[in-house]
C-alpha cells in the first residue's frame, strides 16, 4: 500500500455529548486516535454510549441530534461539529443494525447508485463503480431483486456495498449482524475483514459476537457508561480480568483461559480462537 | 375495495406499453381523462374503455385492469342507481355516468398498472418536481410491506398477551385497536428517524446530486401521444354530434 500506515484518520480529544431533553451525558470525555488500515473492535453493554460514539465518526451528532457536543472531533481532516453528514459520509461509510432501514428503493442496483447519484457523480462514473462493487461483493444475481426479497445477511452485505461503492476511508459498522443468525453474521463479518485485508479498509465495528471479532481486530475500545475503560490491542484488553464486570461477553476461550490460570496453569498468551487454545494447551 | 387497490401494484413486464416513456403515459392518461371528464354520452365513453382494453391486452395486463373494473363495479351500479332516483327520464345520462366512472378508473389504473412508480417519479422529476418529494413517495411504497409486518407482529404479540380484536360491539373493537396502534406508531416515528440517519450516511442532502438513470422519448411515444389526441378528438366530436 501507498499510504502511510500510522495516518490518523479520526481524532476525538475530550468528547462528551448529551443528547436533548437527556438528564445524563451519553458519551463523556472521550479521547482516542484511529489510524488508517486499523480494525477497531468496540464493545460494552447496552446504553454505554457505542451508538453515540459511532453517530460522532460521521457528524450525525451534533449534526443530525440535537444536544449538547463538548470537546473537538477531527474525521479525515474535517472538524465534525462544522461539516453536514453529507460530505463526512464520502470519507465515513456507516452501517446500521436494521438493514431493512437503510435501504430504501425497489432493486438492489437502485440501491448502490443513490448514494452517487448524491455525490454527484457523472454516469459513466457512476456506471463504473458500479460494476466494480457488483463484481467485488458478488451481486450480479440480486441487481434486479427488491431488497425485501432478500434474506437479512444478503441485505446487509448490499447496505456494506452501498457505502463502499462511495470509496470511504472509514466503514462504521454499528452492531451489523444483531438481527443475522449465525452463518450469515459470520459472511458479514468475513466480507469486512476482506475489505480490510485486502483494500485496507478502516473498519470500526461495534459488536456482541466478541468470539467472531477478535481474531481479526487490531484494536479492542471497552467501554462502559459512556466511557472507553480500555484501549488496546485485542489479546492485550482480553487479558484483562475485569472485563465481565464491565459487561463485555468474552470468548469461552478467554474463559477457558482464566480458569486455568485460577488453577495455576498459566498459558503464554490468551487465545483467541478455540484453535490458538489448542495449540497452546499442546505446547504445555 | 381493497382488492382493487391491490391490482394497481405495478409488475415488470416487458411490452411496447411498459416500454413507453412515463411522460407520454403521462400525457396520454391526462387527455383521455379529460375527454372522459367532459363527454356526456354513452358512445365516446364505451370508445375510451374498449381503447384501455386494447392497450391492456397489448400490455399483457387484461386480468389486472378487469380485476380493477370487477372491484368498481358495485360503486358503478351505485352511481347509476342513484343517478336514476334523482332525475326523471334520464336512464342514458345515468348509463353514461356509471360507464364514466368505468373509464376513468381504467383510464388510470392502466397507466400505474403499466409504469413502475420510479418512472413515474422520474418523470415527475423531469418535470420539475423536486427530488425531495419523489423520494417521499417512492420511499412510502417501499415501505409498505415492513409497515404491514410491523402492524401483525404487535397485534400478535397484542393477542398473545389476551386481547381480544375479534369480540364485542363496533366501539369496543375500535377502543381495541389502541393497543395496536400507538406502539405502531411510536415504532414508525423510531423507523424514521433511522431512515433518516441512513439517508444522511448516504450523502443525501448535499443538493448537487446527478441522475443516473435517464428517459428517452422515441418515435413509440410520439405516435402514442398522437393516437391518444386524435382520441380525445373523437371523443369530443361525438359527443357534440351523436344524440347518445
Known sequence: ?284 | MLKALKSFKYIEKSTIIHKLDPRSKILSTILLSLGVLVSQKITPLIIVTIFCIILAITAKSLRQLLRVIRGIAPWAAFIFLLNCLTGSDKLMLSIAMSIKFVSLAAVFSLFFITTSPEDFMLALNNLGMPYEYTLAFTMAMRFVPSLARDLQTIIDAQRSRGLELDKGNFIERVRKYIPILVPLIVYEIRRSFMIAEALESRAFGSGKRSSFYKLKITYRDFVFAILSSILLAVILFIDIALPW
Do not use: W
Open chain 1, 1 to 284: 500500500m501507498v499510504s502511510k500506515p500510522d495516518r490518523v484518520l479520526i481524532e476525538l480529544r475530550k468528547v462528551s455529548f448529551k443528547y436533548k431533553g437527556a438528564t445524563e451525558y451519553a458519551i463523556r470525555d472521550i479521547s482516542l486516535r484511529i489510524h488508517e488500515g486499523e480494525f477497531v473492535l468496540v464493545v460494552g453493554p447496552s446504553g454505554c454510549g457505542k451508538t453515540t460514539l459511532c453517530r460522532v465518526f460521521n457528524g450525525l451528532i451534533p449534526n443530525f441530534y440535537e444536544g449538547e457536543f463538548k470537546g473537538k472531533a477531527v474525521v479525515c481532516g474535517y472538524d465534525v461539529a462544522k461539516t453536514p453528514t453529507y460530505i463526512l459520509s464520502k470519507y465515513v461509510g456507516m452501517v446500521f443494525q436494521e438493514p431493512e432501514n437503510q435501504l430504501f428503493f425497489s432493486t438492489v442496483e437502485k440501491e448502490i447508485v443513490f448514494g452517487l447519484e448524491n455525490l454527484g457523480l457523472p454516469s459513466n462514473e457512476i456506471a463504473k463503480r458500479l460494476n466494480e462493487v457488483v463484481e467485488y461483493f458478488k451481486l450480479k444475481p440480486l441487481l434486479k431483486k427488491a431488497p425485501y426479497e432478500l434474506s437479512g445477511g444478503e441485505q446487509q452485505k448490499v447496505a456494506i456495498a452501498a457505502c463502499i461503492a462511495m470509496r470511504p476511508k472509514v466503514l462504521v459498522l454499528d452492531e451489523p449482524t444483531a438481527n443475522l443468525d449465525p452463518m450469515s453474521a459470520k459472511d458479514v463479518i468475513d466480507l469486512v475483514k476482506k475489505l480490510n485485508r485486502e483494500r485496507g479498509l478502516t473498519v470500526i465495528i461495534v459488536e456482541h459476537r466478541v468470539e467472531l471479532i477478535a481474531p481479526i481486530a487490531t484494536r479492542m475500545i471497552v467501554m462502559n457508561r459512556g466511557r472507553i475503560v480500555r484501549d488496546g490491542p485485542v489479546r492485550k484488553v482480553l487479558s484483562c480480568e475485569d472485563l465481565v464486570s464491565k459487561g463485555v461477553a468474552v470468548p469461552k476461550v478467554v474463559e477457558i483461559y482464566f480458569k486455568l490460570k485460577a488453577k495455576n496453569i498459566n498459558l503464554r498468551t490468551v487465545p483467541l480462537t478455540p484453535e490458538e487454545l489448542k495449540q497452546e494447551l499442546l505446547r504445555g
